[in-house]
């Protein structure tokens, strides 16, 4: 049996057995792969007389089971249409229920060659006492179990961001992907926006349009980093304060788990501290981009781009995070919650994720632009743009009447003379 396999652990529980094809974990769509590239290559037992064995194993074993040799209990053909039927393209996907047994987790660790003194102190504290499920266990050593980008960034960073990053990624296998993703999408849509008004202009303003880019990156990975869902096991602080805060949920619509059940207050609470929060970050990034902006503006003329002051830059950053940002986000994720329950095909969750979150950038930055007083053309710039499109004007009244000559009377025209034949009377 290959190292790694996570079907193994489903063959103590007969509930799932007739739970025939539809065995998918809802949670993510990376530890999907993962289980369907396990369940696949799980070799088949190699004895045949024991029906008994065989059907226990539903992957081998003979023909001599009470049920004329089906082993069909994960694949293969169902013994009536009814079970057989998938719910389709768009049907609705059957979860797995998350299993907290110790003895179970254990046994997947084996599987891996791992033991609980080689998980990170929080991850070994948290299985000692049951918080951590079978499906998490096997997610983190999907990622973090071997030596992967994902293990490689745990290792690098601090321990707090390290066990913050490594509950981000058990809730969410494709939380690392997901924030490349939205990187690639903003520094893309941030170059072409700072191309297409700096135009030839952009040899000089390389540096303004540098750090407007680093600017909108720096927000969207604190806005992704903040609302992704998380798991946090029991960590105890000196402040009530830090405990209340840990106890709610990182986004409005993330589900809840073990030990961690979200009602509606901590949800509406949960909102307002992520917007006070990325309000914060707003501020202190919007200041900073500010001043470098302000540093490289210094000297030059006629700027193609007009280049906000410090204040208007920290607050305007902070507005596109705290309220624009966070609202945005909120609703890509309970739509995403939405889509893993609902889809019952992978590639329509990946790809209706990529869209929302690209036209969700796209659509976000008019506030920014807006708030920031980019929009507005600069003084020197509006000249050659009206030299461009001058129209010829009318002539005034006082003109016309120049050019006609109103007030002075015409000369007198000479009156042609007729010469008329004058017939005398006889």
Known sequence: MRVGCVSCYFKSYDSLKAKKKNLIVADSVHAMFTIASCLFCHQTEDGGGGGDIGKGISHGGGDGGDDGGDDDDYFGDADDDDEGDDGGFFGRRIALPEIFDRKIVEAIMQEWYKTIADLPAGLRQAVELGFISTAQMVRFLSNLGRPTLARNISRAIPPSASRAFVGRMIADPGFLYKMFLEQVYTIAYGTW????????????????????ILSMSICNAAIV?????????????????????????????????????????????????????????????????????????????????????VRTSALSYGAVLGLSGNLRYQFVYGAERVMQQQFNHVGVVVFCSAIMRALNIYVGDFSRVSWLGLDVIPEQNKESIQQAYRRPSLPSLDQLGGMLNFNQSPKARSKRKVKRKVVMAA
Request: glycine share 6%; proline share 5%.
């Open 193 to 212: 926006w700072e191309m297409k008004h700096r135009k030839e202009r952009l040899k000089e303003e390389w540096g303004l349009a540098l750090v407007n």
């Open 225 to 309: 980093w903040s609302l992704a869902p998380c798991r946090s096991y029991g960590s105890t602080f000196k402040f009530n304060l830090q405990n209340t805060i840990q106890k709610l949920p990182s986004n409005v619509f993330e589900r809840n788990y073990a030990f961690r059940e979200f009602d509606m207050p901590k949800r509406v609470q949960s909102f307002f501290y992520k917007a006070g929060e990325l309000c914060l970050v707003g501020l202190l990034t919007g200041a900073v981009s500010g001043s470098f902006m302000k540093l490289l503006a210094s000297g030059k003329e006629n700027l193609s781009v007009p280049s906000p002051t």
